[in-house]
């Protein structure tokens, strides 16, 4: 599908990130198009176009932001910049070349939900990008897009930009919002919804990076624009972040439902060393694996569902023929169990557990049984913990179970890993 | 150690910045880490006095996060991620190809106090230029032996980051995006709320 990309069409333009470059491209007039709209009008607006979120549950975002009680202030605006699933680098990419899309995007946001403080919360380890974050809201308050009375359009608005301090749970948008109230960063009870009661108790919307990057083009193209591209149930484009066993790992910019082939195959120049495909994921380290036989399924929330995984953050990880999927699996494993918050018995104890036992077969310990007692493992704690942190830590082992469980059985009866030849140490 | 002053001001302006002054704890975390290295039990302790709030609070916070360091390091930090997508491309060869660099093992400090490193499998959001670390804080990606070795070399004679940036030395050459310090946005913040 030759189309032109949408949130880096500008991203080969040097020096992006300073505003007067960033005005140049067209940058804030979406913003102060929206200014001469009524919030409601933009509301509806970004319900037509069809928007869902990027950051991984794809919740449509025009119908997130109408779940908003009516009447009831001061309202927040959170941007979710916690990017920390693994395979996903797609947040850091569009605030390091372009902070002021995002900041424009956060405003259009704010002022659609009639929101005066909105928050970045951003991933400790993101610290460059912290920078060029600092910079921008700098630069925008300077030039009145961001304070009292902005644009002389009688709206105020401010950002705190706020730091995290290494925890993957605070992307979840309960557990962001108990972190920056300053607490340890725990879920909480849905219901209620964050919209209806979320930071400090009021009425919250959280979106992605990715999210709120689209906002300046849909005000300003429109909604028909928009909901042109794509699928009838995924509109517009998505970054998918490609690593793994590619000759060009990096992100690109997609329209929902290119078929997955042709993201490996032309975009990320296909698989390197001249290997062939064993396995790939389409969303990161939760999402469930797929096969060659799914490379023609489009890069979609509802297609990639369909064929047996989940589309989450857009992160791509490829693997060749020569890798251990026991061992892909046990690391996965041990960043859950590693990040788990500790909340709740299932996940706490049974990534723990899980754990373990992907040790065994990487050291050669495992015995028959094992492979069923994983299994067992992973229905123990799926729909069983607190949030969706320990279901996920559950999805991608029993993936691999279903389509490589002789990986498995051949970790047992060769008492080691099969691809290396000796057993690998475990990992710190 | 009681907190610089600057420091103590900056938490007082972080609490009267946010709706809550509960939100300021992980800001001001940042702040005495930026200070001194690292959060000891008595800093906790005046973070507390200074927001008013319980020191088992921000105890309790404190210890969830990975990034609060509890004991003094050396004067760089390396971190290298080993979750799966940079293990594909061949992060455990490269941890493996550190340590033996370094001499010391995962976790601890060189004799000469210059590097702190440590594997993690919590992604650092690099996967596409693995295998990668993270000096400092910057990005170090499409990681080789022969550049493992330069950014050593080169950390091993450099000061600690806010040190050098003191002195006005010239941050480290070679690896792109490595320079200024972890402390400098912290610091600027400080200038600018002076300012306001």
């Given amino acids: 599908m030759g189309l032109k990309p949408v949130l880096t069409k500008d991203f080969h333009t040097e020096n992006l990130e300073q505003l007067a470059v960033y005005e140049r491209t067209g940058g804030y007039a979406g913003f102060k198009k929206a200014l001469e709209m009524q919030p409601d009008e933009l509301v509806e607006l970004v319900k037509t176009s069809g928007l ?55 405003l259009i946001a704010s002022y659609a939900i009639g929101c005066n403080l909105a928050f970045i919360y951003i991933r400790g380890e993101y610290l460059p990008q912290h920078e060029a974050l600092e910079a921008a809201i700098d630069e925008a308050r300077q030039a009145g897009y961001l304070g009292k009375n902005v644009l002389g359009k009688g709206y105020d608005v401010d950002v705190i930009l706020h730091r995290g301090a290494g925890a993957y749970i605070c992307g979840e948008e309960t557990a962001l919002l108990t972190s920056l109230e300053g607490n340890r960063g725990e879920p909480r009870l849905k219901p209620p919804f964050p919209a209806v009661k979320g930071l400090y108790g009021k009425p919250t919307i959280v979106n992605n990076v990715e999210t709120v990057a689209n906002l300046p083009h849909i005000v300003i193209n429109g909604a028909d624009w928009f909901a042109a591209m794509g699928t009838p149930t995924g509109k517009g484009t998505r970054l998918w972040c490609m690593s793994g066993h590619v000759n060009r790992p990096g992100n690109y910019e997609l329209e ?58 857009g992160a791509m990880v490829v693997m060749d023929e020569t890798t251990c999927m026991v061992d892909a699996a046990r690391r996965y494993v041990k960043f859950f169990h590693h990040e788990s918050c500790g909340k709740c018995t299932p996940c706490r104890e049974g990534t723990f557990w899980m754990s373990n036992l992907f040790d065994r077969f990487e050291a050669g310990d495992a015995k028959p049984g094992d492979i069923d007692l994983l299994l067992d493992m992973g229905y123990n704690i799926e729909g069983r913990s607190f949030c969706p942190l320990g279901d996920a830590s559950t999805w991608f082992p029993r993936s691999v179970i279903k389509y490589f469980r002789d990986e498995f059985q051949e970790h047992i009866s060769e008492k080691g890993c099969p691809f290396k030849k000796t057993p690998q140490e475990a990992v710190a | 150690m009681a907190l610089a002053t600057p420091t103590v001001e900056e938490i007082t302006a ?105 594997s993690t499998i919590e992604c650092l959001g690099a996967c596409g230029g693995a295998p990668m670390m993270q000096v400092d804080h910057r990005f170090e990606e499409n990681l080789t032996p022969e550049r493992i070795d330069a950014i050593v070399q080169r950390l091993r004679t450099q000061p600690a980051a806010h040190v050098a940036k003191a002195r006005g030395v010239a941050p480290g050459e070679g690896a792109a995006g490595s320079s200024a310090s972890a402390t400098e946005p912290l610091r600027r913040n400080r200038a600018k709320r002076a300012q306001n």
């Fill in chain 1, 52 to 106: 869902r979120g990027r950051g991984g549950a794809g919740f449509p975002t025009g119908n997130k932001w109408s779940f908003l009680p009516k009447g009831v202030y001061p309202r927040y605006l959170i941007c979710n910049a916690d990017e920390s699933e693994p395979g996903s680098f797609k947040d850091r990419y569009l605030i390091e070349k372009s902070p002021h899309q995002v900041l424009e995007g956060i």
């Fill in chain 1, 256 to 313: 929902n439902g290119t078929p997955i082939r042709e993201l490996i195959e032309e975009h990320g120049g296909g698989v390197w060393k001249n290997r062939k495909l064993k396995a790939f994921q389409p969303g990161g380290a939760s999402m469930m694996v797929l096969l060659p036989e799914h490379l023609d399924v489009g890069l979609d929330f509802d297609a990639i569902q369909k064929a047996g995984s989940l589309a989450g953050a």
């Fill in chain 2, 14 to 118: 972080l609490a009267a910045r946010y709706p809550s002054k509960q939100s300021a704890i992980i800001p001001a975390l940042w702040a005495v880490q930026h200070e001194q290295g690292y959060v000891t039990k008595e800093a906790m302790g005046e973070i507390a006095q200074i927001l008013a709030l319980p020191p088992s609070l921000i105890e309790a916070t404190a210890s969830f996060y990975s990034m609060f360091l509890t004991r003094p390091e050396g004067r760089h930090d390396v971190v290298i991620c080993v979750n799966a997508p940079c293990m594909l491309r061949g992060a455990d060869e490269t941890a493996a190809y550190l340590e033996q660099q370094l001499g010391v093992r995962d976790g601890q400090t060189t004799p000469d106090g210059a590097i702190t490193w440590h």
